[in-house]
């Protein structure tokens, strides 16, 4: 099937750093993608949802300048966590849209996941 | 707007042993809904899906089916492997008419751990 990956698997920072996150789908093109957090033992949580050449969406709550994304191909977005703070420690996952050759179908594929630490 | 909840776990079975995970939601319009599993270091992988009411869906020896009427859908599996512990997760795609048109929406995820 159709994989998912993203980059760094886990980081460790320093409050106040900033730390890119990249996600790559790497066997179809993904026009749309999806930024969730996931506290431990609590449920994965919808950040931003990501378009190829356009802004990012945001759900209520997302501060848009602290979680800045970019998806600038149809295989590429990134998620930039600006000035970090222990409070952002978290596991990110990103997911990627496959709307198949013929747009007919509509199935999402999650990464593995990246786990940030904010020192 | 739309909302999953998901058996709490952990859920610790012997092998071969009945496996039921409950799930309901309350969703605006007409959603989809999955079953995704996550095993240990790995990203989710869907398992199943449904699109519309009383459809079922089946893979690898797990069921579930659409129940409109009770907002439910249950994940089971009548014989478990040890090889089937991970986290499962109940989700709903918002579907046309729905205040969530197009996202998915998580349960709280239920740990399963089964022992030889």
């Known amino acids: 099937g159709a994989v998912v990956s993203q980059h760094p698997s886990w980081v460790i920072c320093k409050s106040g750093t900033s730390v890119k996150i990249e996600c790559r789908s790497l066997?179809?093109?993904?026009?749309?993608m999806f930024w969730y957090r996931q506290f431990p033992k609590q449920s994965l949580m919808l950040m931003a949802t990501?378009?190829?050449?356009?802004?990012?969406?945001?759900e209520q709550g997302v501060e848009k300048d602290k979680f800045l994304i970019n998806h600038a191909s149809l295989t590429l977005s990134t998620l930039t966590v600006t000035s970090a703070h222990p409070e952002d420690s978290s596991f990110y996952i990103c997911?990627?849209?496959?709307?198949?050759?013929?747009?007919?179908?509509?199935?999402?594929?999650f990464g593995p996941g990246t786990r940030l630490t904010v020192l | 707007g739309d909302s999953v909840t998901q058996m709490e776990g952990p859920v610790t079975l012997s092998e071969e042993a009945f496996l039921t995970i409950n799930c309901t939601y309350t969703?605006?319009?007409?959603?989809?809904l999955f079953w995704y599993v996550q095993y240990p270091g790995e990203g989710l992988q869907l398992l199943l899906k449904?699109?519309?009411?009383?459809d079922k869906g089946s893979n690898k020896g797990f069921e579930a089916t659409y129940r409109k009427e009770t907002t439910s859908f249950h994940l089971e599996k009548g014989s478990v492997q040890v090889s089937d512990s991970a986290v499962y997760f109940c989700?709903?795609?918002?579907?046309?008419?729905?205040?969530?048109?197009?996202?998915?929406?998580f349960g709280q995820g239920t740990i399963l751990t089964v022992h030889p």
């Open positions: 990501s378009n190829e050449g356009s802004k990012a969406t945001y």
């Open positions: 997911s990627a849209r496959d709307r198949g050759r013929d747009g007919r179908t509509d199935t999402q594929y």
């Open positions: 449904a699109t519309k009411a009383d």
């Open positions: 969703a605006t319009g007409y959603p989809s």
């Open positions: 066997d179809f093109q993904a026009t749309t």
């Open positions: 989700a709903l795609r918002g579907g046309a008419g729905g205040t969530s048109y197009g996202k998915l929406t």
